[in-house]
C-alpha cells in the first residue's frame, strides 16, 4: 500500500502504510507556524494557531504529527529560512555532492540533478562546484535569491505538472535530492511519483536528508516537532516507502544536520548492491528500542521534566533582575518558547545575524522581537538562551569572537550555564 497525499486538517491514519494503529507519543498545546513570523501591526489581530501532537504508528514505526495545514500557508511565498546564512549548516549541505561525487559513477560527464525544496541553492552549489548541471524546484521567494546566485530555480511547489514539464525539457535526471523537504511535503505520493518519473532507471539515484527520529528521541528534540515537519523517520519506515514505489534502499548513514538526521540513497535499479550501513541502522533502531511504545513514554516524561528545570531556571534569575536574551530563532524554537511559554516577560528579544530576513519580525504565540545581534553585542545581557542549541558551540563560538561576555544557557538536551 501507498503514502497518500493528506489533507489539511486531522491526519488520522499512519501517512506510510495507512494503519489506524496510531500511538499518542506527546501533546505539545498549539502554536503559530514557526515560519510565519508576526509584523508590529499584526500583533493586535487575532493569530491562528494549530494543534501540535505526536503520534506512533505501531505498525511501521513512523513519528507523525496529526494535523496539515495547507502548504501554500506554511511555505508560503516570504517564508524567511535561508540555509546558506548558517555556515556550518553550508557545509553540512555541501557533504551532500562530495558523498555523491566520491560514491557514485555515472555515465554522463556533468551529470544533472534535481534538488526539491532547492531553498536558496546552497546544496546545488556544492554539486555545481563539482561539476553536475543543477535546477532547483522551491515553491516560496527564496528561490529569487537562488536564481540571482546562479542556480537556476524554478519557482514552484513540485506537482506532477511540474515533474512532466522538467521531463519534457530537460529528459531524465540522474540525481534527485530532497534534503528535509522529504518530512515537509503534504502530497507524498505526488512527490514519489514525481520522483520516479524523473530519475534515470539504470544508474540514478534518489538521495534524501530527514531529520532522524532516534536523535529526536535520544536528545530529547522535542523543540523539533513543529508544523513544516509532518513525519520524522526511523531507517524502517523509509525503508517500507521506499519499496512501496518500487526504489531499494542502497545505502544510509547518519549525518550531523540539523542536529543529528538520516541521509538515504534509493535507486530503481535492482542489481546495485545494499551497503552494509543499512542493515547496522536497522539493527540499532531495534537494539535501542525505537520499535517499543516504552521508549516513547520515557521521551514524554523527560520533556516535561526539560520543561519544568528551564522555567525554574529563568524564572528565577529573573527574579535576581538578571537580563535574558536569546540567540538564534531556527524554526524549532517557536515550539520551545510556545510549549515552555517562554514571552517577553522572561526573555527581552531574540537576536539574529545581520543577514537574517527574520530581522524586526515577531515569533508566533509568544510575541518576542527578533533583532540584529549587533544590540546584543552593545548591550551584554547577562544571559544568552540558546535556541539554536543544536549547534550550540558555533553560536557560542560566534559570539563570543563578536565580544559578548556573559553566560550562556544551553535549554536542552540537558540544561545547562555556561
Known amino acids: 500500500m501507498k503514502a497518500f497525499d493528506v489533507k489539511v486538517g486531522e491526519i488520522n491514519i499512519c501517512q506510510i502504510c495507512r494503519s489506524k494503529k496510531l500511538e499518542n507519543v506527546i501533546n505539545l498545546g498549539y502554536s503559530g507556524l514557526c515560519d510565519s513570523l508576526l509584523s508590529k501591526q499584526n500583533l493586535k489581530k487575532p493569530e491562528k494557531e494549530y494543534p501540535l501532537n505526536l503520534f506512533r504508528c505501531t505498525k511501521c514505526q513512523l513519528l507523525q504529527i496529526n494535523h496539515a495545514i495547507d502548504h501554500a500557508e506554511v511555505f508560503h511565498k516570504n517564508y524567511p529560512y535561508k540555509g546558506g546564512i548558517t555556515k556550518l549548516l553550508k557545509q553540512y549541505l555541501h557533504s551532500t555532492s562530495a558523498y555523491v561525487r566520491k560514491k557514485f559513477r555515472f555515465t554522463k560527464a556533468k551529470p544533472?540533478?534535481?534538488?526539491?525544496?532547492?531553498?536558496?541553492?546552497?546544496?546545488?552549489?556544492?554539486?555545481?562546484?563539482?561539476?553536475?548541471e543543477v535546477l532547483g524546484v522551491e515553491p516560496t521567494n527564496i528561490a529569487k535569491i537562488a536564481n540571482k546566485r546562479g542556480i537556476k530555480t524554478i519557482q514552484n511547489f513540485f506537482e506532477m505538472d511540474v515533474a512532466k514539464k522538467i521531463l519534457k525539457k530537460y529528459g531524465k535526471v540522474d540525481v534527485v535530492t530532497g534534503t528535509n523537504v522529504f518530512a515537509h511535503v503534504n502530497k507524498l505520493d505526488?512527490?514519489?511519483?514525481?520522483?520516479?518519473?524523473l530519475l534515470n532507471s539504470k544508474e540514478g539515484i534518489f538521495v534524501t536528508e530527514?531529520?532522524?527520529?532516534?536523535?529526536?528521541?535520544?536528545?530529547?528534540?522535542?523543540?523539533?516537532?513543529?508544523?513544516?515537519?509532518?513525519?520524522?523517520?526511523?531507517?524502517?519506515?523509509?525503508?517500507?516507502?521506499?519499496?512501496?514505489?518500487?526504489?531499494?534502499?542502497?545505502?544510509?548513514?547518519?549525518i550531523p544536520n540539523y542536529g543529528g538526521s538520516i541521509r538515504i540513497v534509493a535507486t530503481l535499479n535492482k542489481e546495485i548492491k545494499v551497503s552494509k550501513n543499512v542493515k547496522k541502522i536497522l539493527s540499532s533502531e531495534e537494539k535501542k528500542d525505537f520499535y517499543s511504545?516504552?521508549?516513547?513514554?520515557?521521551?514524554?516524561?523527560?520533556v516535561f521534566k526539560a520543561k519544568e528545570n528551564l522555567m525554574n531556571k529563568l524564572w528565577k534569575l529573573k527574579s535576581k533582575n538578571k537580563t535574558i536574551v536569546g540567540a538564534g530563532c531556527p524554526g524549532r524554537s517557536i515550539t520551545l518558547l510556545s510549549f515552555c511559554e517562554i514571552n517577553n516577560n522572561l526573555i527581552d528579544y531574540i537576536a539574529e545575524q545581520s543577514s537574517s530576513l527574520k530581522l524586526n519580525l515577531f515569533t508566533p504565540t509568544t510575541h518576542i522581537k527578533i533583532v540584529d545581534e549587533k544590540r546584543l553585542i552593545k548591550e551584554q545581557p547577562d544571559y544568552v538562551l540558546v535556541?539554536?542549541?543544536?549547534?550550540?558551540?558555533?553560536?557560542?563560538?560566534?559570539?563570543?569572537?563578536?565580544?559578548?561576555?556573559?553566560?550562556?544557557?544551553?535549554?536542552?538536551?540537558?540544561?545547562?550555564?555556561?
Not at 513543529?226 to 547518519?254: C, G, T, W
Not at 535556541?387 to 535549554?411: E, Q
Request: proline share 3%; aromatic share 16%.
Open 293 to 302: 511504545s516504552k521508549k516513547y513514554e520515557k521521551f514524554r516524561e523527560d
Open 210 to 254: 530527514s531529520h532522524y527520529a532516534a536523535n529526536i528521541i535520544k536528545d530529547l528534540q522535542f523543540d523539533s516537532i513543529y508544523h513544516e515537519h509532518l513525519r520524522f523517520f526511523l531507517l524502517k519506515p523509509l525503508i517500507k516507502l521506499m519499496q512501496s514505489y518500487n526504489f531499494k534502499v542502497i545505502d544510509a548513514m547518519q
Open 112 to 132: 544533472f540533478i534535481i534538488d526539491i525544496g532547492s531553498n536558496d541553492g546552497t546544496l546545488l552549489q556544492g554539486f555545481k562546484n563539482k561539476n553536475f
Open 387 to 418: 535556541l539554536a542549541w543544536h549547534y550550540g558551540k558555533s553560536v557560542m563560538y560566534n559570539l563570543r569572537k563578536k565580544g559578548y561576555k556573559g553566560k550562556f544557557i544551553m535549554p536542552l538536551p540537558k540544561l545547562k550555564i555556561i
Open 190 to 197: 505526488t512527490f514519489m511519483r514525481g520522483v520516479k518519473l
